[in-house]
């Protein structure tokens, strides 16, 4: 389902025509995923879609049914569309008035809110204001974040840092981190490593949904001068203000594999800023060949003796999801609140009280 979903969109539309006919549409937003998609999953998709109509929907039909050939209707351009539906079901895409795919799609974020604070929405609520305020409280990662920039390629070239496009078993996402040259690595400013890890989960926030992270980081080839650079305030900011305060992600387990002689300095730092129950998920390594155990040969790449595509083609692919997002980027650059506009919370307030919602009210 998730690379059905990163490859195309398939989705039935909110309103209905005047026949009372639901309107599906199918788009392909990513050929080089396309690709690879086999085309049963597709089945599946539209399988599971009818199931939920099943019990959601009522409708006289659809627009599209393959045993009836005379109603399937090739147009030249979208704006046959407008002639063939009412503006208002349509998305802007197609010049109707409803939101747009990106719109549409983007309500994922809110979802995922909700599904990594195990919905709580309190909590949810507060990550999300979160999310917002430290665009300002962070201008030093914020202020030059934007992907295009030329930060992006050093890091490229110093090395890997990609989500693997399957899940585990337990449903959740594995991202690899690994030095190409240690040369460019050491000039590479730890701060630019956040950037990329902030664009990495924009991107998940709106196209990915999980139940947790599982990171492994390959010691081979890290600099001693880079590693001396990853200071408490660093691991702060990285993994308690970014990862955890504003993303809301759960670490589920770190798997370092050719750990360098100094990596019990590395391990000191994090004990300086990490709870002892993250503490607990790191997992030192003797060889890579554990990875296979814990993760499955399914999920990892080709370089850890995994069945996946390569560390570098993953790459390629994760730089070209940040090409087609620009406009999507472009928009979060702009991102900035004004606390001064928020209205203020009543303490204790003789007529309204604490401020803050109800789960339960009894009145006697």
Not at 40 to 50: A, H, K, M, P, T
Request: aromatic content about 10%; some cysteine.
């Amino acid at each position: 389902m998730e690379n059905v979903k990163a490859a195309a969109y398939f989705v039935p539309f909110p309103k209905l025509t005047k026949q009372l006919y639901r309107v599906g549409l199918y788009k392909i937003c990513d050929p080089l995923i396309a690709e690879s998609v086999d085309p049963v999953d597709g089945i599946r998709l539209l399988v599971n879609i009818q199931e939920i109509r099943m019990i959601e929907n009522i409708t006289y039909g659809d627009v599209l049914k393959p045993k009836l050939i005379t109603r399937i209707h090739f147009c030249e351009n979208s704006d046959d569309l407008i002639e063939k539906f009412r503006k208002e079901i349509l998305p802007e895409d197609y010049g109707g008035e409803e939101k747009s795919l990106k719109e549409l799609q983007a309500d994922k974020k809110i979802q995922n809110f909700l599904i990594l604070n195990k919905g709580s929405v309190e909590k949810s609520k507060e990550k999300i204001e979160n999310y917002y305020k430290v665009r300002s409280l962070l201008p030093e990662i914020f202020d030059n974040i934007h992907p295009k920039l030329s930060y992006m390629e050093n890091l490229k070239a110093a090395g890997y840092f990609v989500p693997l496009p399957k899940l585990t078993k337990e449903l959740y996402r594995v991202g690899v981190c690994k030095i190409i040259d240690p040369h460019i690595a050491e000039d590479v400013d730890p701060v630019d490593g956040i950037r990329l890890l902030v664009n990495i989960q924009e991107i998940r926030m709106i196209e990915d949904i999980t139940h947790g992270d599982v990171f492994i980081f390959d010691g081979k080839n890290v600099p001693l001068r880079w590693v001396l650079k990853v200071t408490p305030m660093f691991v702060y900011k990285a993994m308690v203000v970014v990862y955890k305060q504003v993303f809301s992600n759960r670490m589920k387990a770190v798997y370092v594999v050719n750990a360098p002689s100094y990596i019990e300095k590395v391990i000191a730092v994090l004990k300086s800023v990490l709870s002892p129950k993250l503490l607990t998920r790191i997992h030192v390594c003797e060889n890579s060949y554990v990875l296979i155990e814990k993760i499955g040969k399914e999920v990892l790449p080709v370089d850890y003796g995994g069945e996946e595509k390569s560390l570098k083609e993953l790459q390629e692919m994760l730089y070209q999801k940040f090409q087609e997002r620009e406009d999507y980027f472009t928009q979060l650059d702009k991102l900035r609140i004004n606390e001064d506009l928020k209205p203020q919370e009543l303490e204790n307030d003789e007529m309204f009280g604490l401020s803050g919602n109800f789960k339960k009210l009894e009145i006697d």
